[in-house]
């Protein structure tokens, strides 16, 4: 059912070194990037865009390439998600589920919050390095959230 259905676009662009035709055809194929010297310049693997498409895929998505060397590029993800009507029946599956959550920015704190709250999910900070085994219990948590760095 088209109606249920909305389309959300990423798109991310740079003004780097670019690629050409024969590169832009390749970059999806694990450990690709542009030459080896891209490898030792800017680092990385060549597993990133690989792994999206794949990911991409699952979800009947679509990811596109456009670059220009010397110029940049232009990374463009096409994604349809089904439009929930109502989540009630989501809130209260997880209305008993509390969620640990260690990061030392307020800003991801929140984002983080804000979203498992919208399921129901009870929040709460955690310092991780000073956290006991006990502490997570007595807060009955389901799970933990924790920023890496």
Known sequence: ???????????VEDEGIGMDEETQKRVFEPFTQADTSTTR?????????????????????QINVESCPGKGTKISVNIPLEISGNNNNL???YQNYSCGISTSS????????????????ACSRLDLLSCAKEEITNKNIN???????
């Open 91 to 93: 809130k209260e599956s």
């Open 106 to 121: 307020n800003i991801t704190y929140d984002m983080f919050e804000s979203h498992l709250s919208r399921f129901g999910v």
């Open 41 to 61: 310049q800017y680092g990385g693997t060549g597993l990133g865009l690989s792994i999206s498409r794949n990911y991409i895929d699952l979800m009947d998505g």
């Open 1 to 11: 059912d088209l109606q249920n259905i909305c389309h959300v676009c990423v798109i």
């Open 143 to 149: 799970l933990i959230l924790s920023e890496r760095k």
